[in-house]
């Protein structure tokens, strides 16, 4: 197989890449990094390199799950590439049209690229399905365990079979599908993804343990504001809040939704995950206006702060009382509020600011489960942001485990592989 990284091999943000198995050709994912405002990846180098002549030579464009950078540049397609089939799943187009079309509500620096006809239009073309089985060629998604819908992504051909993992965890994330590993074939290449690659991850029951436990002292006297991502953050960590007040872990107060993560949790729950019901309530305007610091949760986007988003104004008042808590659930970029919040001080407040993982990426532990589990020929890995040093160091240590029967790359943006 031929594999050339547009974007996202040694970057997380933007992840697109184009595959060539045979004479049929794929884009792996068409999404946007959040660090280049209104840049999409470079895919006129697909006609520089003479890989395509238009959009429309793909055989297919497989999007793997509906996070932004990995379905932000979608519609692109839609030049010349109108007939190209695109395969993902149901929640996937479902979530991903609501995200492509908010994004500019809570960034700071978004800079529209698509307009809403054409977003509405590239999601029009779209029937979802699991898996589709050409002449020459078969796909077939599995669920990932990332988000809800999120899947990876195998071709197989007579000669080859690939898989591609998309975001993926092993962990037992309550509102997304398993991943079904027992039931997957071994690759000859797997092209992995490698956020947490060389991190060992605190123990998961332990973090979540140590979140509900924080939660309930914050509660004991005042306002828990949990800023969340609006797809997948906010829908686990309600989740995970109901059962523990279900399971009386936690002491029952209201929990509140707002912001983005109003309208994506609606969407879960027409997806069949129940996240917002009697128990969690969607905060209105009056709602936020008239707060006070009595017992209560609120879980809102964006995750990191931003300055346009509802988390941001609800932190303004949170922060006021000794008794609040601002507590973060995800990763926070450098140049964002949340980061200076957390890391610099150099806000003025009396509440308290503290953090836990809730990453949704597998660590080194699973992603060498994986690779021992699959065994492929060949592993390839990407969304990942190593120093060369580190790279060198982990090649090492898995040609030790490995020998000559597993080979290990990390291309950088821009490079091509002939695997
Ligand atoms: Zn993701
Ligand atoms: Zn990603």
Known sequence: MYFYGISGSNKIGGSSYFVKLGDRKFLLDMGLDPNLPGVYPKYENLYRKKLLTSMGDLDGVIISHAHLDHIGSLPYILKEGEKVPVITSKATKVLGKALLLSAPKESDDYIEIFKKDEIEKVFSLISPKENMVAQDYEINLYDSGHILGSKMVEIVTKDERVLYTGDFSLKN?????????????SPDVLL???????????????????????????????????????????????????????????????????????????????????????????????????????????????????????????????????????TFVGYQDKRTPGFKLLYENSFNFKATVNRFS???????????????????????????NLKEQEERELEKRLTKIYGKNMQFYFPKDGEELNL
């Open 192 to 326: 992995c993804e490698g956020t947490n690659l060389t991190k060992n991850m605190n123990s998961y029951i332990n973090e979540r343990l140590g979140f509900i436990r924080y939660a309930n002292k914050v509660v004991a006297k005042g306002v828990l504001l949990v800023p969340a991502f609006a797809l997948g953050r906010t829908q686990e960590v309600v989740c995970l809040l109901k059962n523990a007040m279900k399971s009386q872990l936690l002491k029952r107060v209201p929990i509140y939704v707002d912001g983005l993560s109003v309208e994506i949790s609606q969407l879960y729950n027409e997806l069949g995950v129940g996240v917002l019901d009697e128990e969690v309530k969607i905060a209105t305007n009056r709602f936020y206006e008239t707060m006070d610091d009595s017992p209560k949760i609120i879980i809102c986007s964006s995750g990191m702060l931003l300055k346009n988003s509802k988390s941001y104004l609800y932190a303004q008042k949170v922060l006021k009382n000794e008794n609040n808590s601002v």
């Open 358 to 384: 809730f990453s949704a990426h597998g660590d080194e532990k699973e992603i060498f489960q994986l690779i021992d589990r699959l065994k492929p020929k060949k592993v390839v890995f990407l969304h990942r």
């Open 173 to 185: 994330i309550i509102t997304a599908k398993k991943m079904p590993l027992a039931s997957i074939k």
